[in-house]
């Protein structure tokens, strides 16, 4: 613990001073002239000497208090609150999308054209031709569809050997749904041997291909061989 030095200057020049007092209380006075009398100097003189020592240990003690440093008190920090717990972060869920299985239907165009090969009227798969002859081949055919044929369908010529055959021809009449047509097309055995195939098909409004099978989509040949 420090202690100012102007504080304890100051206390030990009140010292002196109050020293001096006593001193001064203590110093022979002179003689009485009867026994009263000097008694009555003496307990004065007791008395100021012991009321000079508590006034001087009272001032000590004040001044030595004033020296003292002051505590100052710590401050108490208020009680807060704890924070909220952290939340681990989760991952977001994943959502997988699984699309509903296709169900496969027939377009209304496949349902409405389709045709079904009946029989080779003519000239069947694998007719020995001579080189050059002409010929007549004809199928005969049923509307297996939801839809009627008109004048205004198409037989085409798709792939493979023409036979000097036209590319394409008309319907020679309407056939209702479930009705059946014979289809002829003059074509040419071509002049050197060899086997040769030719695949057609119809065309219906918007030049909708289609033909025979389960689906609708196959084609019919003519398939000779040229000895």
Same mark, same amino acid.
């Given at each position: 613990?420090?202690?100012?030095?102007?504080?304890?200057?100051?206390?030990?020049?009140?010292?002196?001073?109050?020293?001096?007092?006593?001193? *001064?209380?203590?110093? $022979?006075?002179? +003689? @009485? #002239?009867? %026994?009263?009398?000097?008694?009555?100097?003496?307990? &004065? /003189? !007791?008395?100021?000497?012991?009321?000079?020592?508590?006034?001087?240990?009272?001032?000590?003690?004040?001044?030595?208090?004033?020296?003292?440093?002051?505590?100052?008190?710590?401050?108490?920090?208020?009680?807060? *609150?704890?924070?909220? $717990?952290?939340? +681990? @972060? #989760?991952? %977001?869920?994943?959502?997988?999308?699984?699309?509903? &299985? /296709? !169900?496969?239907?027939?377009?209304?165009?496949?349902?409405?054209?389709?045709?079904?090969?009946?029989?080779?009227?003519?000239?069947?798969?694998?007719?020995?031709?001579?080189?050059?002859?002409?010929?007549?081949?004809?199928?005969?055919?049923?509307?297996?569809?939801?839809?009627?044929?008109?004048?205004?369908?198409?037989?085409?010529?798709?792939?493979?050997?023409?036979?000097?055959?036209?590319?394409?021809?008309?319907?020679?009449?309407?056939?209702?749904?479930?009705?059946?047509?014979?289809?002829?097309?003059?074509?040419?055995?071509?002049?050197?041997?060899?086997?040769?195939?030719?695949?057609?098909?119809?065309?219906?409004?918007?030049?909708?291909?289609?033909?025979?099978?389960?689906?609708?989509?196959?084609?019919?040949?003519?398939?000779?061989?040229?000895?």
């Amino acid at each position: 613990m420090k202690i100012n030095r102007s504080i304890v200057k100051r206390t030990l020049a009140l010292l002196l001073l109050i020293s001096a007092l006593a001193l *001064s209380a203590c110093a $022979p006075k002179a +003689a @009485p #002239t009867n %026994a009263a009398e000097f008694i009555a100097t003496q307990v &004065a /003189a !007791t008395i100021q000497a012991r009321s000079t020592q508590d006034m001087a240990e009272t001032l000590i003690a004040r001044m030595t208090l004033q020296a003292m440093p002051t505590n100052t008190p710590i401050p108490t920090p208020s009680p807060t *609150s704890p924070p909220p $717990p952290t939340l +681990a @972060p #989760t991952s %977001a869920p994943t959502v997988v999308y699984i699309p509903p &299985a /296709a !169900t496969l239907t027939p377009t209304p165009q496949a349902l409405c054209l389709k045709a079904v090969l009946v029989a080779d009227v003519t000239i069947p798969d694998g007719t020995k031709l001579s080189p050059g002859e002409t010929f007549t081949k004809t199928w005969r055919f049923r509307n297996a569809g939801t839809c009627a044929w008109d004048t205004e369908f198409d037989i085409v010529f798709v792939s493979g050997d023409q036979l000097s055959a036209p590319a394409i021809l008309d319907f020679p009449a309407a056939v209702p749904v479930g009705g059946t047509i014979d289809i002829s097309i003059a074509m040419t055995a071509p002049s050197s041997a060899g086997t040769y195939t030719g695949s057609w098909a119809f065309t219906g409004p918007g030049r909708q291909v289609f033909g025979i099978g389960a689906d609708g989509k196959g084609y019919f040949q003519v398939k000779i061989v040229v000895e």
